[in-house]
């Protein structure tokens, strides 16, 4: 799907006056909560972006895997437009007809019997979370207000003030307590230390198959298969957090796929909107589902018939155009060829499909000015956790496209800049 332009010529004065001007408009009146590459972007398609000075960008973020299907997928497009021209918001006060035929579809590709679709991807943990704290007290008898949750250390599930609670890092916590009680935490990847963790009031182990946010951390193999067998004989529910590890990103449908596992409830997000509209959802089956009740839960524009519209083509995207096998395909090719480079610069090349992260030694300084570097060469890539260089690009993107960049990468990996 990717555009064949090339990068313009060097941009004017005015181009560049341009990029000043944004960048002190939303430093004046912006809120300082990102650290954002200092370009201005104002088009994009498929796997490439242009900045209002006219150069062309590979876009290596996805912007956290929403973007899988790529930048204003044509048929994402009509879909959207279609739907604006009908109905675009009822609340949950009504049936609309783009719901139904949405829960569906999403539960049918799946795998679920019910689901709860809800905004962003905090809403949808925050709607897991209540799910099984209410399946603990309504079926496995667990005290009022006595459920615990079992967490990861490094986790990142959201910024809500429940869910930066129970996160280890500093940043995402001071000055925002108190916090909501009921969650253990546990070092990532450790079956024992879940294990020792749960108790009778333990209802639910809340995971990511693989931790993005914390650098593309994948835990030791079988880990995922070994918690869910944990789980089932202690009758704790898994939850698994798939917000940017779902829907094709880690080349399987869903990254709990790899190690052969359906969790007791799923989460998804991003990538379900398309890269178009913010689309989430929580699924389980009815034991866990039914817990909820007319008033016990809801959102105004949760289910939406403009963000059912949207999450549908969505999904027929990402099917019907194999975007989670060809993730596997180029994602293992592209990998290997990052591992090649010879950096005095790089510890560690990890990832699973096309949600890839370069490990930055320490003594190499932060990931930062590679990302600096990168983005003078064409390419738009994030720092994640100071010392990673994700690379994690729409999985639209093909194997010629990637072959294009590898030299510029290659370049800013060995000299650092």
């Not at 739907?83 to 049936?95: E, V």
């Not at 946010?213 to 957090?241: I, Y």
């Not at 610069?345 to 590679?370: N, T, W, Y």
Request: aromatic share 8%.
């Amino acid at each position: 799907m990717g555009v064949k332009e090339k990068r313009t010529a060097p941009a004017t004065a005015a181009a560049a006056d341009a990029t000043h001007r944004h960048i002190q408009q939303n430093e004046r009146f912006g809120a300082h909560n990102y650290h954002p590459l200092p370009v201005i972007l104002e088009r994009g398609e498929g796997v490439y972006v242009w900045d209002v000075e006219g150069r062309r960008y590979m876009d290596m973020l996805s912007a956290y895997s929403a973007l899988n299907q790529g930048h204003r997928h044509p048929r994402i497009v009509a879909a959207m437009k279609e739907q604006l021209d009908r109905l675009t918001l009822t609340s949950r006060a009504f049936h609309n007809d783009q719901l139904g035929p949405f829960v569906e579809e999403l539960c049918g590709l799946a795998g679920y019997e019910k689901v709860l679709p809800m905004n962003s991807g905090a809403e949808a943990v925050e709607t897991a979370i209540k799910a099984v704290r209410k399946w603990g007290y309504d079926q496995k008898g667990v005290p009022a207000n006595q459920a615990e949750i079992v967490v990861c250390e490094g986790n990142f599930h959201g910024r809500t003030t429940t869910i930066v609670g129970f996160s280890t890092e500093d940043l995402y916590r001071e000055g925002f307590g108190p916090f909501t009680p009921g969650f253990r935490l546990i070092p990532y990847g450790d079956v024992e230390a879940l294990e020792a963790a749960m108790n009778d009031r333990t209802v639910a182990f809340l995971v990511e198959p693989i931790q993005g946010e914390a650098g593309v951390v994948v835990p030791p193999d079988g880990f995922l298969r070994g918690a869910a067998e944990l789980c089932r004989k202690r009758g704790v529910l898994l939850v698994a957090d798939e917000i940017q590890t779902g829907l094709g990103r880690t080349g399987k449908l869903f990254a709990s796929q790899w190690d052969n596992v359906r969790p007791d409830v799923l989460i998804v997000g991003k990538a379900l909107g398309g890269g178009f509209y913010p689309v989430s959802a929580a699924l389980a089956d009815g034991e866990v589902m039914d817990v909820f009740t007319p008033g016990s839960h809801g959102s105004t524009f949760g289910g939406n018939p403009l963000a059912a519209a949207v999450a549908r083509a969505s999904l027929r995207v990402i099917v019907e155009e194999r975007l989670a096998e060809h993730a596997a395909e180029v994602g293992a090719w592209f990998m290997d060829e990052l591992r090649r480079i010879a950096s005095p610069h790089v510890a560690q090349v990890r990832g699973r499909g096309l949600l890839i992260g370069v490990v930055i030694k320490d003594e190499s300084g932060r990931a930062r000015p590679f990302c600096e570097a990168l983005m003078r060469r064409g390419i738009l890539a994030k720092e994640t956790h100071d010392q990673v260089v994700r690379f994690a690009p729409p999985l639209v993107v093909t194997r010629a496209q990637l072959e294009e960049v590898l030299p510029s990468i290659a370049e800013v990996l060995r000299t650092g800049g």
